[in-house]
């Protein structure tokens, strides 16, 4: 299985600063048949199920704030929030569909 | 608009089993995967496998391999996770999510159910 490691654990940010997740897969996530990057990212609120942020690492989702964005490519990726709002208080995963699926343990986002 | 609708909630005793259900409505049920993806309390996500209902093929995480199956009935647009074998541990929430596929391979998850939570307890 491809374990997913994600840094930091939490990290608390001032309303409108940067937050930046980071995702590191055990092994490359990126399929060169295709140059695509199998790697999705996730946010939850407490009580609610997961919702899609990102996929193919870096396409955002239909309706996602653009201050959301991924980037990365092989084993190093990002999730960046260009600048926290209160609604972005949760918990970040990141998901590899490479082979099988695993999620990284989540990044708690709170603020400073 | 997609929706997907979980079945309640169970208890049930270590060693029994459990199947939960998925019903999915707004959009064309084989077109798309289901996966199911486990949290326990104040625990991250696991997934746990999931299926393509056009082509019956189900897949599982390797920590589940013979105590888990996941099944779809195209006719009424449910899928469902049958767990067996219980044991406390496996007292979680249960989420179902729709998910693309690509060339029979499961892809991202872009809509999940509300959770059904199951609590193993004697």
Redesign the interface.
């Known amino acids: ?1 491809i374990v997913m490691t994600q840094s930091p654990d939490s990290l608390a940010v001032s309303l409108g600063e940067r937050a930046t997740i980071n995702c590191k897969p055990s092994q490359s996530v990126l399929l060169s048949s295709d140059n695509k990057n ?1 790697l ?1 990212w ?1 946010q ?1 609120k407490p009580g609610q ?4 942020l990102i ?1 193919w690492a870096s396409t955002r ?1 239909s309706g996602v704030p653009d201050r959301f964005s991924g980037s990365g490519s092989g084993t190093d990726f990002t999730l960046t929030i260009s600048s926290l709002q209160a609604e972005d208080v949760a ?1 970040y ?1 990141c ?1 590899q ?1 490479y082979s ?7 990044t708690k986002v709170e603020i400073k | 608009q997609v929706q997907l609708v979980q079945s309640g909630a169970e208890v049930k005793k270590p060693g029994s089993s459990v199947k939960v259900s998925c019903k999915a409505s707004g959009g064309t049920f084989s077109n798309y995967a289901v996966s199911w993806v486990r949290q326990a309390p104040g625990q991250g996500l696991e997934w746990m496998g999931g299926i393509i209902p056009f082509f019956n093929t189900a897949t599982y995480a390797q920590n589940f391999q013979g105590r888990v199956t996941i099944s779809a009935r195209g006719s009424t647009s449910t899928a469902y996770l049958d767990l067996t074998n219980l044991r406390s541990e496996d007292t979680a929430v249960y989420y179902c999510a729709r998910g693309h596929a690509l060339a029979g391979a499961l892809l991202w998850l872009d809509h999940w159910g509300p959770g059904t939570l199951v609590t193993v307890s004697s």
Not at chain 1, 49 to 52: S, T, V
Not at chain 1, 100 to 106: C, E, N, R, Y
């Open positions: 299985d199998y999705a996730y939850q199920p997961p919702k899609l996929y989702e918990i995963y998901q569909y099988s699926s695993t999620f990284g343990q989540g």
